[in-house]
């Protein structure tokens, strides 16, 4: 398998709908909105099988201290891969001189984030606000 990293913003809908389910996340539904939060996002880093998108990362920042990885997913079918890893490295990578890269992970992630070198916040919790129309 010769995985190929990339650092694009523009996806078809296609393909993000079939990553985005592939996982079954909800948004998946709503590739056409999709489209447009990847050409705002400031970081998006892809990996592709081929034509094939298989994974990627996409990350907000303020320009100069702290970055927060919004999304992050990878196919199952292409998991053990080290695609996941290799993402966050590059992020890392691409983020080594701000103060602070952020995630909100659920509990089943946590541990791989921890091995990718994120730490467990001791003083904070991770609170949202869904919308109703989702």
């Not at 990847?38 to 320009?63: H, P, Y």
């Not at 970055?67 to 590059?90: C, E, F, K, Q, S």
């Amino acid at each position: 398998m010769d995985i190929q990293y990339k650092d694009i913003h523009d996806f078809t809908e296609k393909d993000l709908e079939e990553l985005f389910l592939s996982v079954d996340w909800s948004s998946g539904h709503f590739p056409d909105k999709l489209v447009v939060a990847m050409k705002n996002f400031k970081t998006v880093f892809s990996a592709w099988d081929g034509e094939k998108l298989v994974g990627m990362i996409c990350v907000m920042d303020d320009g100069i201290m702290n970055a927060y990885v919004h999304y992050l997913l990878v196919n199952p079918a292409y998991h053990g891969n080290t695609i996941g890893r290799t993402l966050v490295d590059m992020v890392k990578k691409h983020y080594k001189d701000y103060l602070r890269v952020a995630v909100i992970a659920y509990d089943n992630e946590a541990h791989f984030y921890e091995n990718c070198g994120f730490e467990k916040s001791k003083d904070a919790s991770p609170m949202f606000i869904t919308s109703l129309w989702t």
